[in-house]
């Protein structure tokens, strides 16, 4: 598997709102993503600069997603993302390791996937693939159409 970077991390703050508050007032600017994600059962802020963080918060009374049943039983640190060259190739391997795919996010060109790291590392890993060299690069391309 070839690890390209440390991409993000998922947070559930104590308070979602003060949180994000918080993190802009630090960063200076709005974060470049802050949006409900229904599919998910939760409200999601992601900002991928000076640290990737991706905060989120339970909306939903229930959801299916492996994400939202852990997520919404514990606060803090959830998962660390690293961005991979090759997400099946690294899913296989991590796989051989021993550690259970959970779930998989294909999101357009972002393709996840969360794996049951937590017994391990104390939190869950999550490996994600996207074409461009950047998140930043990504919203750029899209706000121009």
């Known amino acids: 598997m070839k690890i390209l970077r440390f991409d993000h991390m998922h947070v559930m703050p104590e308070n979602y709102d003060s949180f994000v508050g918080n993190l802009q007032k630090f960063i200076g600017h709005d974060v470049i993503m802050n949006m409900p994600m229904p599919d998910y059962g939760m409200d999601v802020a992601y900002e991928p600069f000076p640290v990737g963080v991706e905060a989120f918060k339970i ?13 919404s039983s514990s ?57 461009f060299d950047t998140m930043f690069d990504m919203f750029a391309m899209a706000n121009q159409g």
């Open 75 to 131: 606060k803090g640190i959830f998962s660390i993302a690293f961005k991979v060259e090759n997400l099946a190739e690294a899913t296989a391997e991590m796989e051989a390791k021993g550690w259970k795919k959970l779930e998989e996010y294909p999101n357009g060109p972002i393709q996840e996937a969360l794996f049951d790291t937590k017994k391990d590392f104390g939190f869950y890993m999550e490996l994600i693939e996207y074409p």
């Open 59 to 71: 909306v939903a009374e229930s959801n299916d997603s492996y994400s939202y049943k852990a997520a």
